[in-house]
């Protein structure tokens, strides 16, 4: 099976693709190349910084990779999270405090329309592709369900009567942002081989 190097250190993610690209690809994380490098996160945008992460393999390792990056945009925070989503509440990748900051600032808000988009960027042979995907849903006034990562406890897609965190693997794979921006990398890279 062919390899290709998912530039994420983010493990949910990671098996979040496994089990999307499972049959077609061997995706390999950037532990398992040996690459534990803090690859810089600078742009202002999901696309910008999914390109740098890309682009950081691609020079240093050699390898076709490809990267995403997500963003939760709520309509009433005027876009944010958004580029900011994993630090949100001051410090990186923690999840409760990245959400008890979104559910302080969404208090006695009754407009709760936000959505989750993802940018996948995709270097391969050389040449650099962008492929997007999106979800849109409400923000809730508290945490329901454990599963998933992230925001998913506060996040319901307008597709389903419960939050991503209340849902499986599949279900979530199904309708969320990052599943639709990988089906269409999927079908490109399919077309490809
Ligand atoms: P890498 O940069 O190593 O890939 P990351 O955790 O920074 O991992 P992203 O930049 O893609 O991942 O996402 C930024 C944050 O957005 C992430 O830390 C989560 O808090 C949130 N997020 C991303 N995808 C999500 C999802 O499917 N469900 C809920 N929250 C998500």
Not at 45 to 58: F, P
Request: charged share 25%; aromatic share 6%; hydrophobic share 35%.
């Amino acid at each position: 099976m062919k390899k290709i190097v998912f530039a994420t250190n983010n493990a949910h993610k990671l098996q979040e693709l496994r089990q999307i690209m499972s049959g077609h690809y061997e995706v390999v994380g950037l532990a398992d190349i040996g690459c534990h490098d803090d690859i810089p996160e600078t742009a202002d945008t999901i696309e910008g910084n999914a390109l740098l992460k890309a682009k950081y393999v691609s020079e240093h390792y050699g390898m076709d990779c490809f990267s995403d990056d997500t963003g939760l945009e709520i309509e009433a925070l005027g876009g944010e999270p958004g580029v900011m989503s994993a630090r949100y509440g001051g410090v990186a990748h923690d999840s409760e405090r990245n959400i008890s900051k979104v559910l302080n600032k969404m208090q006695g808000q009754t407009n709760r329309r936000a959505r989750f988009r993802t940018a996948i960027a995709l270097i391969a042979n050389g040449q650099t592709h962008i492929f997007e995907g999106e979800v849109r849903g409400t923000i809730l006034t508290e945490r329901h369900g454990t599963g998933g990562f992230g925001y998913d406890s506060i996040f319901k897609p307008d597709e389903a009567d419960c939050t991503f965190a209340e849902m499986s693997a599949d279900q979530k794979n199904a309708i969320s942002h990052r599943g639709r921006a990988v089906a269409r990398l999927a079908a490109f890279m399919s077309r490809k081989n």
